[in-house]
């Protein structure tokens, strides 16, 4: 299983950005699918889940600026943040708990590389 991270870049604040994550390889399901980021000297941390069923959940400081959002027949899911601030620059990884056999409900946790999110003042 891979996953592709796309859409990093620089914007200026107050802009807006879209990342993209395509899922790839032996699935049968995408169980939870998670947006991490880490700035620079500090730990990775979730930014956003999104459920198969849809539900979403944020980090305090991105609620209403950030939208998580998937598409279950692509294996694909979408991190669409507006009014960005210089402290969302970040390094942002896609995380996503797969089942690649339909035989069991055993899942793992894979990692995309990470694309860098420069928001600038």
């Known amino acids: 299983v891979q996953l592709q991270a796309s859409g990093g870049g620089l914007v200026q604040a107050g802009g807006s950005l879209g990342l993209s994550c395509a899922a790839s390889g032996r699935i049968f399901r995408i169980e939870n699918m998670n947006w991490f980021r880490q700035a620079p000297g500090k730990e990775r941390k979730l930014v956003a889940t999104i459920t198969r069923r849809g539900t979403t959940d944020y980090v305090d400081s991105v609620k209403g600026r950030f939208t998580i959002s998937r598409d279950n027949a692509r294996n694909m899911f979408y991190l669409q943040m507006n009014t960005l601030r210089p402290e969302d620059t970040a390094v942002y990884y896609c995380?996503?708990?797969?089942?690649?056999?339909?035989?069991?409900?055993?899942?793992?946790?894979?990692w995309g590389q990470g694309t860098l999110v420069t928001v600038s003042s």
């Open positions: 995380n996503a708990d797969v089942r690649t056999d339909v035989r069991s409900t055993y899942s793992r946790f894979y």
